[in-house]
């Protein structure tokens, strides 16, 4: 099971929006409704931004969302700020056999 | 509260065992499933496997499959991540995460074991 393919970085300006794709196969991505984004900060573990596509867990701000065409999901954090500076990972379930895949990641840069 | 307590950073020798734990706390532990997370330094997240600790039903990710062993103790809320002869290439941080059933996210995560392999 190869991991999911993102950007290495995406970058905006304070204010801007940036959005970061994440693409799969039929067999991850495009085949079940189950991708997450996780937000990760250097040294620290990684939180749970947005899940199911397009649901976001309690506390996570409004500004982060995400959506799904076929084989690529994609998360949108609108309104960029400081603190959203951070890599970002998406996962996708992929079937019984190898249940989880995670993305390669993306450097997200707030100019 | 959720949490979930990991062991603290090993310095070890390659050829050498090791085990290193997750303790969860503030929710039903065997009710969720526990998976491990590795990330190489400077490197992306990789998913190895997981465990139902309510029946211990374990699934490796093929890349991961023979190279470690994941088990858990109910009774002490703990789940275990070990290694039976270590090599440099298991350097890494390693984290423990929780989620409801395999189609479910990882919801909360440990802080990370980081694992040094050196000789």
């Known amino acids: ?22 693409t799969g196969t039929s067999s991850d991505v495009g085949g079940y409704n189950y991708v997450s984004w996780f937000q990760q900060h250097p040294g620290k573990a990684p939180k749970l931004m947005i899940y199911e596509v397009t649901k976001r867990p309690s506390g996570v701000p409004d500004r982060f ?38 993305g390669t990641g993306t450097k997200v840069t707030v100019l | 509260e959720v949490q979930l307590v990991q ?22 532990f065997t009710s969720y499933w ?3 997370v590795r990330q ?3 490197k992306g997240l990789e998913w190895m496997g997981i465990i139902y600790p309510g029946d211990s039903d374990t ?4 890349s991961f499959q023979g ?4 088990s858990a103790d109910k009774s002490i809320s703990t ?28 919801d909360y995560w440990g802080q990370g074991t980081l694992v040094t392999v050196s000789s």
């Not at chain 1, 099971?1 to 994440?22: D, E, K, R």
């Not at chain 1, 065409?69 to 400081?82: C, D, H």
Request: with cysteine; hydrophobic share 25%; net charge neutral.
């Open chain 1, 1 to 22: 099971q190869s991991a999911l393919t993102q950007p290495p970085s995406a970058s905006g300006s304070p204010g801007q929006s940036v959005t970061i794709s994440c």
């Open chain 1, 65 to 102: 969302s995400g959506s799904k065409s076929g084989n690529t999901a994609s998360l949108t954090v609108s309104g960029l700020q400081a603190e959203d500076e951070a890599d970002y990972y998406c996962s996708s379930y992929a079937g019984s056999n190898n249940p989880y895949v995670f």
């Open chain 2, 7 to 28: 062991s603290g950073a090993e310095v070890k020798k390659p050829g050498e065992s090791l085990k290193i734990s997750c303790k969860g706390s503030g929710y039903s």
């Open chain 2, 34 to 36: 526990i998976g491990w």
């Open chain 2, 40 to 42: 190489m330094p400077g």
């Open chain 2, 59 to 62: 699934r490796y990710s093929p």
């Open chain 2, 67 to 70: 190279q470690v062993t994941i």
């Open chain 2, 79 to 106: 789940a275990y991540l070990q290694w039976s002869s270590l090599k440099a290439s298991d350097t890494a941080m390693y984290y423990c995460a929780r989620h409801l059933g395999v189609t479910y996210p990882l």
